[in-house]
Each structure stands twice: as C-alpha cells, then as structure tokens.
C-alpha cells in the first residue's frame, strides 16, 4: 500500500464549479500536511499547508483529519486558471507525495 | 535569491552511461532532496539529506548515489544508467518553521535512457 493515496481523477468541471480533492496518508505519525500545485512540464508549487484546524486561503479550503488519516482540498467557484494537478504531501522523517489529481475546469 | 537550480534540463543518455544531475539553492536551507517523477506514479523520494556530510535513502534510492559536501549542492549520480531510469528527476529544498517543513522544488531535469 502506497504511504500517500489520491483519487487521480481526471476531474472535469465547469468554471464557477466546487470540487473536492480527497487524500489518504497510512502513516499515524505523520506531522505535517500540504497541498502542491503541478501545472504541465513544471515544477510542483505550494499550494497551501493544512493545519489541524483546517485553514482557507481565498477560494480554497484545507481540512485535515487524523483520526480517519486524510486531508482535503476543497475549491470554491473554479477558475480556468485552477487547471493543473494536485499533488498532497506528507511529512514524518522525509516528504512523500500522493501521485497527483488532475482538474480541468472548462469554460 | 535564484532558489533551487538544477541543471541539465534535459539530457540523454545511452544504456550504461554515468551522469550528475546537479542541484544546488541559495536559501541556506540544511534539508535537500531528489524525486523521480513517473506518469501515474507520482513523487518518489530517492535520497535526501538533512545536513552537509548526512544523507539517506528514500523510496527508491537503487541505482544512484548521492553526496552533501556543501550546504548549497547537492548532485544525484547515475554510475550506469537504464531505461528505467528515463524520468523527469527535482531537487528540493526546504527549511523548517513552528514544526512544519516548507519545500520548495527545482524546475526539473528531464532524462531518457535509450
């Protein structure tokens, strides 16, 4: 079983849309949580880190979960800029990574 | 600051070929590290370092080798390159702040491995 799981999609949506990205870490002691932004060719970017308590940044909301072991990315009124992958992270002694869910919001 | 550098941005090798990728940042960050990018795959964790002289192994540390002489570089070598190989490979770095560690990723080495 893979540390880090994500849905890989593709999730199709149209612009103005709410999507949910879910994602499923096995290791209990993990410390620390993130959301990336992959667009195509480049380099993964911080998206946003997911604190306990769940946090938001303008149209986006991160929300974690210990209990249950997962993290969630939530965007509010989709942009056609939002297309990209979604990569989670998670820390313990290293970083590892989900494999990555892709958007597309469509006009 | 320029951040992460990497270099080549892209590359191609022949089977048994050697190669370093480099890597190097300017942040002064003490943890580094390399992934390998694969469709449908996701990030694997190769190797990384949390101090100059300290390295370990990732997920799938076969077949490279890495050294942290200086704060600043850290390069991944290849010493007999495969197919299997043929990757998109980042350096990160990153530094720690209240407990949470922030990572910031390189542009990225392209490799294939004919």
């Known amino acids: 079983r893979k540390e880090v799981e994500q849905d890989p999609g593709p999730f199709n949506v149209p612009e103005g849309a709410t999507v949910a990205f879910n994602c499923t870490y096995s290791n209990s002691a993990s410390q620390s949580f993130f959301w990336y932004r992959q667009d195509c060719r480049k380099e993964p970017k911080l998206l946003m880190s997911?604190?306990?308590s769940g946090n938001e940044d303008g149209r986006f909301t991160a929300q974690l979960n210990r209990a249950s072991q997962y993290i969630s990315l939530l965007i509010r009124d989709s942009k056609l800029s939002d297309s990209a992958t979604y990569l989670c992270?998670?820390?313990?002694?290293?970083?590892?990574f989900g494999a990555g869910t892709r958007l597309t919001v469509k006009p | 600051n320029a951040g992460v550098t990497q270099t080549p941005k892209f590359q191609v090798l022949k089977t048994g070929q050697s190669m370093t990728l480099q890597c190097a940042q300017d942040m002064n960050h003490e943890y580094m590290s390399w992934y390998r990018q694969d469709p449908g795959m996701g990030l694997r964790l190769i190797h990384y370092s949390v101090g100059a002289g300290i390295t370990d192994q990732g997920e799938v540390p076969n077949g490279y080798n890495v050294s942290r002489s200086t704060t600043e570089d850290f390069p991944l070598r290849l010493l007999s390159a495969a197919p299997s190989q043929t990757s998109v490979y980042f350096c990160?770095?990153?530094?720690?702040?209240?407990?949470?560690?922030?990572?910031?990723f390189g542009p990225g080495t392209r490799l294939l491995v004919l």
């Open positions: 997911v604190y306990s």
């Open positions: 992270a998670v820390t313990y002694n290293d970083m590892r």
């Open positions: 990160a770095s990153s530094y720690s702040s209240g407990g949470k560690k922030t990572q910031y």
